[in-house]
């Protein structure tokens, strides 16, 4: 027997458009955090925003869960199903509405994906600036829901900084518009709050996006160093001297052994931490901002200094470092990729303590950074069919999360909350600001059933399942970042 | 119903601390806080409300060059942040207006202003990370953080950008910063009317210039660009500009450019009967809009390459909020007479008014 909701969901999509047997439901069932899975009880395929509304309305009359998704490549859990609720696959909501080349806007469906947005902005010389390193397959629905990062934040900012207005589906089922096409807006920065709600607000079916001319020219260099503290130390000489790199990017050894064994990147084959710092902009300003880089980093001790001669080789630079966290799964079967701030100050002391607490219990670490914007990546590596390893590395990520809130930082830098970090949410804040948070939920979504289970604490302690990579992972399609 | 100018007496309450802000808040039934009352409009005092000034609460708490952040109480003066960031080379790259004038942290984000600044890295909404505030029950909350990126919990400090002490009263807030460039120089180009200059910005988007701002000022006939940078790289760009524009400018570097840019900046009317008001666009929305405003006599100038309208109007409140919203605009008195700040509709009003809802159930603060 069908329960009346799913009979309902029957007579108002089509077979096609709703999925409900069992080996259908089951790649629904975890996203880009392997470690936790629900099985939903169907999965409505929207192909309009009226699909949006309409399978919303019945959850809200059944009083059934949902969790609007994307691709999946959720690093906190943020698009796990809920149990007994449904999925709102977005990937066919696909369509890029406009591209205004004179206002420098883009005007989107959620399930677009990231990079399609830059690719198609390309041809007047515009590009789309928020780069997570899954970016040739997260969605913007996605990047909107959990405010997405990636190399460029210090200077460009995050997923916020780049929506201008968007339309959403709330939880009762209601469309509001919030935000417009201006850079500027009167009155609360409404669609400012709606990015990164984790799905709690409802689901954005359409999102106004910001253009940037796409630079004149890139400069980027390589430096290796004997110490990872002595590329920290640069990095800082470089901010102190008032140049404002657009990427500044930093990888401890482990990290770079995995990453030339997986893509043969080149780096220097024995160096402890290698930076990356890219500039980019006018021509005739980048060429005398890079002099003055080059300066920094040649006294700040370098055993190894590489210029990237054209952009081939720039693009090599980066094909290593991007490829880094999936490349870590050659070196173990199974990681847990972390995602903390510090104040970019703190940067070595942070290092050395993980590498202490690593050391002290016996688990490889693997480090990562956005060193312009404090943004750690450890890659905590494990094997999950020894008895306790899970639990022992969770126990490390876990701390790592409190060593960035001692030094004065945050919980999560790009991938959210989700499932993840709840129970950190209530060590970064007060009971009064969650409890603040909360009402502000209860306000949009009274019952609780957009994405509910995500952001905020709870008692329950989810059950860890995870071995291996994710298989979109294993075929190469995403990255951990 | 709104009294003006009364911030400034002895009897309004000045707290000294957030603890005194917590009290006041618990024992005043309708309150708002101002500031230094730069923008009158934003500091009148509703009907039935008890204003608190938050000049008292004023000071850096952090500043740490070498993070690029600073934490400050919502009374400190833009002025004395400015002058702090600029012994260390750094900025707030947005221009907060009014800032001459006495302008403090928490009115510019309460009102949501930025300057011609905002055109090359964002505006107040960009740079703000962090913010501490008195909600409607009286409770201390804090949203954001200290560091330049974060995504933990509800993204509460662009929601307080604009909300007009409506949704709570803040008490400190976290920016990043910028380092400053080492020089500025701009190019004045004359456009005969508003369909020129709209297509000289166009003219000059084609070459790949990182301008600091982008101004249409119809009230000189000309548009203004800002280059910021190492001073060695002026000459280059400045021909660049030129020949992008195919004509030629009037150059000001030093003093000039810096003098240029303190005029533009907005400031309240000389006539006692005009409002100052911002009015958020595209450059679509400009042509028509452009020739209304010049019918109506009204003194205007595009800031943020279009983005944003600011304008001194003479013919009343009704009158501008009826040519705002037959466009679809709505806008923000700051000065002048009107009776309350919003002009035309807020987009997403349901959704605003559940926010409220949760922020300030009791409605201790003005409805917006």
């Known amino acids: 027997m069908r329960s009346p909701f799913l009979t309902a969901l029957g007579t108002r999509f089509s077979p096609a458009q709703l999925l409900i047997g069992a080996a259908q439901l089951t790649s629904f069932e975890s996203d880009g955090l392997t470690a936790f899975r629900a099985r939903p009880i169907a999965v409505v395929i929207a192909e309009s925003r009226e699909d949006v509304v309409k399978a919303v309305c019945l959850c809200r009359d059944h009083g059934v869960p949902f969790v609007a998704r994307g691709s999946g490549t959720s690093l906190s859990g943020g698009s796990v199903p809920v149990n007994g609720g449904i999925v709102i696959a977005l990937n066919r909501l696909n369509r890029v509405l406009r591209i205004d080349p004179v206002r420098r806007i883009a005007v989107v469906e959620p399930g677009v994906v990231n990079l399609t947005v830059s690719q198609l902005a390309a041809r007047h010389r515009l590009y789309y600036a928020p780069d997570p390193s899954s970016q040739s397959i997260c969605t913007i629905g996605g990047n909107v829901a959990f405010n997405a990062g990636g190399a460029h934040c210090l200077k460009y900012g995050m997923t916020s900084n780049h929506v201008l207005g968007l339309t959403a589906v709330l939880p009762d089922g209601s469309v509001v518009e919030l935000g417009g096409e201006s850079l500027e807006g009167a009155g609360p920065d409404l669609h400012g709050l709606f990015v990164g709600n984790e799905g709690l607000f409802g689901v954005a079916v359409e999102i106004t996006l910001r253009l940037l001319p796409i630079p004149e020219i890139y400069r980027t260099v390589l430096a290796a160093y004997d110490r990872v503290e002595d590329a920290g130390e640069a990095v800082s000489r470089i901010v102190a001297s008032g140049l404002l790199p657009g990427a500044m990017e930093i990888m401890d050894r482990l990290a770079i052994e995995a990453a030339e064994a997986a893509v043969h990147a080149g780096y220097p084959p024995d160096a402890n931490a290698i930076l990356i710092v890219e500039l980019e902009g006018e021509r005739s300003v980048v060429d005398l901002d890079f002099a003055r880089l080059n300066e920094i980093i040649r006294l700040s001790g370098p055993r190894e200094v590489r210029v990237a001669r054209d952009n081939a080789e720039r693009l090599l630079f980066w094909k290593g470092r991007k490829s880094a966290f999936s490349a870590v799964g050659r070196l173990s079967p199974d990681y847990i990729v972390q995602d903390g701030v510090v104040p970019r100050s703190r940067l070595g002391e942070a290092l050395g303590e993980i590498g202490r607490m690593g050391r002290e219990r016996g688990i490889r670490v693997a480090n990562v950074f956005h060193a312009g914007d404090g943004n750690l990546h450890p890659l905590i590596l494990y094997d999950g069919r020894e008895s306790g390893a899970l639990e022992k590395a969770e126990k490390l990520a876990g701390d790592i999360l409190r060593l960035c809130l001692r030094l004065g930082g945050s919980i999560t830098g790009e991938h959210g909350v989700g499932m993840e970090k709840r129970e950190y949410l209530a060590e970064m804040f007060t009971p009064t600001d969650i409890e603040v948070m909360h009402r502000l939920h209860r306000a949009i979504d009274p019952k609780g059933l957009s994405n509910s289970g995500k952001m905020f604490p709870t008692g329950e302690a989810p059950a860890l399942t995870a071995h291996g990579p994710h298989p979109l992972e294993r075929a190469g399609v995403i990255s951990r970042e | ?368």
């Not at chain 2, 009037?250 to 303190?262: E, G, K, T, Y």
């Open chain 2, 1 to 368: 119903m709104s009294t003006m100018a009364s911030v400034a007496e002895p009897s309004v309450p000045a707290p000294k601390s957030v603890a005194e802000v917590v009290d006041l808040v618990a024992k005043t039934p309708k309150v708002i806080a101002v500031g230094a009352g730069t923008k009158p409009v934003l500091s009148s005092i509703p009907g039935g409300c008890a204003p608190i000034t938050m000049r008292s609460l004023s000071g850096i708490v952090e500043y740490d060059p070498g993070e690029l952040t600073f934490t400050a109480l919502a009374g400190t003066p833009i002025e004395e942040i400015g002058a702090a960031l600029a012994r260390h080379g750094q900025y707030l790259p947005f221009d907060p207006p009014f800032a001459r004038a006495g302008a403090t942290l928490g009115g510019t984000i309460a009102a949501g202003l930025s300057g011609a600044g905002r055109q090359r890295y964002g505006g107040v909404r960009d740079f703000i990370l962090g913010i501490r505030f008195i909600s409607g029950l009286g409770e201390q909350v804090r949203g954001g953080g200290k560091v330049v990126k974060n995504a933990a919990g509800f993204d509460l400090p662009k929601l307080f950008v604009g909300s007009l002490g409506r949704l709570g009263i803040l008490v400190e807030a976290t920016f990043k910063v910028f380092p400053r460039p080492r020089a500025f120089a701009t190019l004045c180009f004359a456009s005969e009317n508003i369909s020129e200059a709209l297509q000289l910005i166009e003219n000059l988007k084609t070459g790949s210039f990182d301008f600091e701002a982008v101004e249409i000022l119809p009230d000189q006939s000309a548009i203004a660009v800002r280059l910021g940078g190492p001073a060695e790289s002026f000459a280059a760009r400045m021909a660049a500009a030129e020949r992008a524009a195919c004509r030629p400018a009037s150059r000001l570097l030093n003093d000039a450019d810096a003098a240029f840019w303190q005029n533009l900046e907005p400031a309240i009317p000389a006539s006692a009967g005009s409002i100052l008001a911002k009015v958020p666009l595209t450059t679509t929305d400009i042509p028509a809009f452009d020739s209304a405003l010049a019918a109506a006599g009204a003194r205007r100038r595009y800031s943020a390459g279009g983005n944003v309208a600011w304008i001194e109007w003479n013919l009343g409140f009704e009158a501008l909020e009826s040519a705002l919203r037959g466009r679809g605009l709505s806008g923000l008195a700051l000065a002048g007479p009107a009776p309350r700040p919003m002009i035309g509709a807020i987009r997403g009003e349901t959704f605003l008014s559940r926010v409220k809802a949760a922020l300030d159930p009791n409605n201790r603060f003005p409805e917006f």
